[in-house]
C-alpha cells in the first residue's frame, strides 16, 4: 500500500552555482498547497498558499544572478532510496516586470 507522510512546504535555495543549499521551513498543512516563488531584481521570495489568492512569505534571499533564468519545480522524500510522488497543477511562469 501507499504510505503519506507530510512533510510541509518549504523555501530552499543556493545562493551560489554549486554552492550549498539553505533551507526555511515552510507549514505542513495538508496539500494540497499552492506555492510561488517572485522575483523583483536579485530579491526571490517564496511564499505558500491553501488557496492560491490569501499568500504567506515564506523565505526570500539575494542572489546575483541574470536577467534571464530557468524556472523548474522539484520534490524530494528526503530519504535517500525512496522515490517521492506529487502532482504538479495551475503551474505558470509569468515575467516580472523587472530584471
Known sequence: GRTDTLRGVAFQRRTATGGGSTHTAGS????????????????????????GSAWKAIGSATIAMPVSVR???????????TLAIAVFTNVQVAPSGGG
Open 71 to 81: 524556472a523548474g519545480l522539484c520534490l524530494t522524500s528526503h530519504a535517500t532510496g
Open 28 to 51: 505542513t498543512s495538508a496539500a494540497p498547497r499552492w506555492v510561488r516563488v517572485a522575483r523583483s531584481g536579485n530579491t526571490l521570495t517564496g511564499s505558500e498558499s491553501a488557496d
